[in-house]
């Protein structure tokens, strides 16, 4: 069983920066990969980004192509989400979830952390 412990998130000005920690724990995990989605009020939870956890290879939604930013410390089982230049579209509950290796998609969710972006 594997747990995610997210943190950061908040309340900021459109332009600003925020960043988004995500924790891994467990027994026995392997990690394929690590997501990051979001969903915003009314809508749909969607795709924001992902890194393959052995390359680190990243691939991300084109809404928020070259301002975010994924990356992961291999060392302390965690996962970032750098998000610049936030728009008051970015508004919505991020989560962070994990792909084990034995799956082709994510299983295992973050609880969510809320980030506001006012114009």
Request: charged share 15%.
């Amino acid at each position: 069983q594997v747990q995610l412990l997210q943190s950061g998130g908040g309340s900021v000005q459109a332009g600003a920066s925020l960043k988004l920690s995500c924790v891994i724990s467990g027994r026995s995990f392997t990690t394929a990969a690590m997501g990051w989605f979001r969903q915003a009020p009314g809508k749909e939870r969607e795709f924001v980004g992902s890194i393959k956890w052995s390359r680190g290879e990243t691939e991300y939604a084109d809404s928020v192509k070259d301002r975010f930013t994924i990356s992961r410390n291999s060392a302390e089982w965690a996962t970032y989400l750098q998000m610049n230049n936030l728009q008051p579209g970015d508004t919505a509950v991020y989560f962070c979830a994990h792909q084990p290796r034995d799956a082709t998609y994510f299983t295992s969710w973050g609880q969510g952390t809320q980030v506001t972006v006012s114009s």
